[in-house]
């Protein structure tokens, strides 16, 4: 059975940082992509940024590049979302996926989601 698991979100003040964290049990970490999404209140849920399994390629939406970081420890079978300069805009739940390497994550595996509040 898969299993991602979110950690790491919280309240923090703008300007500040977090860095989520994500554990995959149950897939062979190393050959997935993985994916970070977030959801507003009222809002759909966005494309926050993936890394791919074999390569380690990455891309992010425009509103992540320069503040977002997504890395992944495969020994670890986590992958990670490091923010920067959060913005109360920032404020949403976070789910990380796990999906194929060439997947996009429609049909993937989802956590629970974390959330993170960013104060003015």
């Known amino acids: 059975q898969v299993h991602l698991v979110e950690s790491g979100g919280g309240l923090v003040q703008a300007g500040g940082s977090l860095r989520l964290s994500c554990t995959v049990s149950?897939?062979?970490?190393?050959?997935?992509?993985m994916g970070w999404f977030r959801q507003a209140p009222g809002e759909e849920r966005e494309f926050i940024g993936s890394?791919?399994?074999?390569?380690?390629?990455?891309d992010y939406a425009d509103f992540g590049k320069g503040r977002f970081i997504i890395s992944r420890d495969n020994a670890k079978n986590t992958v990670y979302l490091q923010m920067n300069s959060l913005k109360p805009e920032d404020t949403a739940v976070y789910y990380c996926?796990?999906?194929?390497?060439?997947?996009?994550?429609?049909?993937?595996?989802w956590g629970q989601g974390t959330q993170v509040t960013v104060s003015s």
């Open positions: 149950g897939r062979t970490f190393s050959r997935d992509a």
């Open positions: 890394i791919r399994g074999s390569t380690g390629w990455k």
């Open positions: 996926a796990a999906d194929q390497e060439l997947g996009n994550f429609k049909n993937g595996y």
